[in-house]
């Protein structure tokens, strides 16, 4: 049994490992999942969605995290985590994500991620 909070976490040390074994271990492993990564179409169904994790393991260049502002939402079956990720390296940048859980026997499994490009900057001021 883990947490939902050492699910979320081991989904970035997966992803910065490339560990797609460990990928498809956290992810349920049916139709119902969904991603979609930044600047990507939303893939539906896990077998899709391990082909996109490989095709971006098998980039130049593993990205790397640093998570912040993550805040952890739901109820003991299904829950969602938004996280800002901030990828280092050359591709910087900084996305806003949401990561979707369903626990199952007391196992918390990815059902979706998706993230978006943050904008630096932008002014949210009612003035």
Known sequence: MHTLEQANDSFYKLFETADIDGMSALWANTDEAWCTHPGWPTIFGWEKIRVSFEQIFS????PQFLT????FHGDEQTAW?????NLLGS??????????FKNHQG???MVGHQAAPL?????????
């Open 81 to 85: 985590v938004f996280v800002e990720e």
């Open 107 to 109: 196992v918390w499994n």
């Open 59 to 62: 980039g130049p260049e593993l």
């Open 91 to 100: 591709s910087l940048s900084a996305v806003a994500a949401v990561n979707v």
């Open 68 to 71: 912040s502002n993550i805040r």
């Open 119 to 127: 904008i630096p900057d932008l002014d949210l001021s009612a003035d």
